[in-house]
């Protein structure tokens, strides 16, 4: 189980909007690795999320949500090697069977890449994952506070 802690920017009804805490990447290589890079290139948006509660919630409010993990294998190896493949196997094919020029291969191996990067998109919309809510936070209080993190 995967939990994340999300804070309730708006309420409408049952309904909150919620927005994950901001997480810092690594820091163990002074900003040199890919993390630190895509971080700061794509940090500045907003990740916004709207869930629909049992209960009543306030702004500002704190949730603890729980993310079953079963298709995060499954969802990682269609997002990172699905369009791998597609690319390297096209990029033999073309090599190998229809005898292209380099520069053909290499234009065929990255739109076999895009489209792998599209099927991985299109099945990943229809993976229903299961979320459910761990804890509700009051108000008065920090998480640190209560669970003792």
Known sequence: MIEQTLTVVSVKG???????QAKKACEGC????????????FGDKEALFDFD????????QQVLFGLDDS??????????LLPLLFAI????????VLFLPEGWQIILAFSAGF?????????????KHHIEV??????????AQIDGD
């Open 14 to 20: 049952t309904t909150a909007t919620l927005k994950p």
């Open 30 to 41: 002074n900003g040199k690795c890919g993390s630190q890079i895509f971080a700061k290139l």
């Open 53 to 60: 509660f049992q209960q009543q919630l306030e702004p500002g």
């Open 71 to 80: 298709h995060v294998v499954k969802s990682s190896f269609l997002t990172y």
């Open 89 to 96: 196997a096209t990029a033999i094919f073309a090599a190998e």
């Open 115 to 127: 489209a792998g990067y599209l099927c991985a998109k299109f099945y990943l919309k229809a993976v």
């Open 134 to 143: 761990i804890k509700i936070y009051p108000i008065s209080s920090s998480p």
